[in-house]
């Protein structure tokens, strides 16, 4: 998809099943399962949506996934599914691994940077030798320091490799990394969860990662469980709604297993996602 001056291109890593109850928070199944059919065992199929963003001299890939070092448990827990994956997406349209210069994580959670590395024999090495991997501060130190309700998402072995070789480079707030692409920080999901916006010629993509999962979530009280700080998220997306209305933004929507793209609309006080395709997304 041609973005201003940037190629946009979707890079899928397959996709994951979490339970519903977690994901919809207070919403009663009986609402969010009209959005969200689950599968026997409460579980709702969720996308791996990551973007490849091309400048005329940069590439940057936000998130990488879940990748391939979960242990036979968590694959069959999650039911991760490799339809797909982020090599043979980057493969298709001629970017190796090695044209990565930058990798944007927005939060440290398993589902997000586990396509950071990858394993060679024995040893855990970077996915994207020649990437600069870029977090904010206070993930990394959470990360580092879980405590008993993150420490079963926080896996070192998805950044660690990188700190051994020098390859990260922490955010400490809002930051633009390539002119027209900024890191925006919004907190909720996790206290250093950060957004991606890209802008170029007027046209402005906001990447939501899990501040806004899915369509499903787009009402404002539609919040995840796993959020650590559920209030912090509502007053983000109370900040961030208005300005996406009022600017036609296009929303990229990391989870959601079907169209990762919509546009917010306002009626009669609640807010409403139209899903635009893809291929159509360009006006």
């Given at each position: 998809?041609?973005?201003?001056?940037?190629?946009?291109?979707?890079?899928?890593?397959?996709?994951?099943?979490?339970?519903?109850g977690?994901?919809?928070?207070?919403?009663?199944?009986?609402?969010?399962?009209?959005?969200?059919?689950?599968?026997?065992?409460?579980?709702?199929?969720?996308?791996?949506?990551?973007?490849?963003?091309?400048?005329?001299?940069?590439?940057?890939?936000?998130?990488?996934?879940?990748?391939?070092?979960?242990?036979?448990?968590?694959?069959?827990?999650?039911n991760?599914?490799?339809?797909?994956?982020?090599?043979?997406e980057?493969?298709?349209?001629?970017v190796?691994?090695?044209?990565?210069?930058?990798?944007?994580?927005?939060?440290?959670?398993?589902?997000?940077?586990?396509?950071?590395?990858?394993?060679?024999?024995?040893?855990?090495?970077?996915?994207?030798?020649?990437?600069?991997?870029?977090?904010?501060?206070?993930?990394?130190?959470?990360?580092?320091?879980?405590?008993?309700?993150?420490?079963?998402?926080?896996?070192?072995?998805?950044?660690?490799?990188?700190?051994?070789?020098?390859?990260?480079?922490?955010?400490?707030?809002?930051?633009?990394?390539?002119?027209?692409?900024?890191?925006?920080?919004?907190?909720?999901?996790?206290?250093?969860?950060?957004?991606?916006k890209?802008?170029?010629?007027?046209?402005?993509?906001?990447?939501?990662?899990?501040?806004?999962?899915?369509?499903?979530?787009?009402?404002?009280?539609?919040?995840?469980?796993?959020?650590?700080?559920?209030?912090?998220?509502?007053?983000?997306?109370?900040?961030?709604?208005?300005?996406?209305?009022?600017?036609?933004?296009?929303?990229?929507?990391?989870?959601?297993?079907?169209?990762?793209?919509?546009?917010?609309?306002?009626?009669?006080?609640?807010?409403?996602?139209?899903?635009?395709?893809?291929?159509?997304a360009?006006?």
């Amino acid at each position: 998809m041609k973005w201003g001056q940037f190629e946009l291109h979707l890079i899928s890593d397959g996709s994951l099943w979490l339970d519903g109850g977690a994901m919809f928070g207070v919403v009663p199944k009986m609402l969010w399962e009209k959005k969200s059919p689950p599968d026997e065992r409460n579980r709702i199929r969720l996308g791996l949506n990551c973007l490849l963003i091309q400048t005329a001299e940069k590439n940057l890939l936000i998130d990488t996934g879940c990748g391939f070092n979960n242990t036979e448990k968590e694959i069959e827990i999650y039911n991760i599914e490799h339809d797909t994956d982020i090599l043979r997406e980057l493969q298709r349209i001629d970017v190796p691994p090695e044209k990565i210069d930058f990798v944007i994580n927005t939060h440290y959670h398993f589902d997000h940077c586990g396509g950071n590395t990858r394993l060679e024999g024995d040893e855990f090495v970077p996915t994207f030798p020649n990437a600069t991997y870029l977090v904010s501060r206070q993930e990394y130190e959470d990360a580092n320091h879980p405590n008993e309700r993150t420490v079963a998402t926080y896996f070192p072995h998805n950044w660690k490799p990188l700190e051994q070789r020098g390859l990260l480079q922490f955010v400490e707030e809002d930051q633009e990394i390539v002119p027209g692409v900024t890191l925006v920080q919004t907190p909720g999901h996790t206290a250093g969860h950060q957004s991606v916006k890209v802008e170029s010629e007027g046209k402005i993509l906001f990447y939501m990662a899990d501040l806004c999962p899915t369509a499903a979530h787009i009402s404002l009280p539609w919040i995840m469980a796993y959020d650590l700080f559920p209030l912090t998220t509502l007053e983000v997306r109370k900040r961030i709604y208005p300005q996406a209305v009022d600017e036609k933004w296009l929303l990229f929507l990391e989870h959601d297993p079907k169209l990762p793209l919509g546009r917010l609309s306002q009626e009669n006080g609640r807010y409403i996602l139209e899903a635009e395709p893809w291929q159509e997304a360009e006006g």
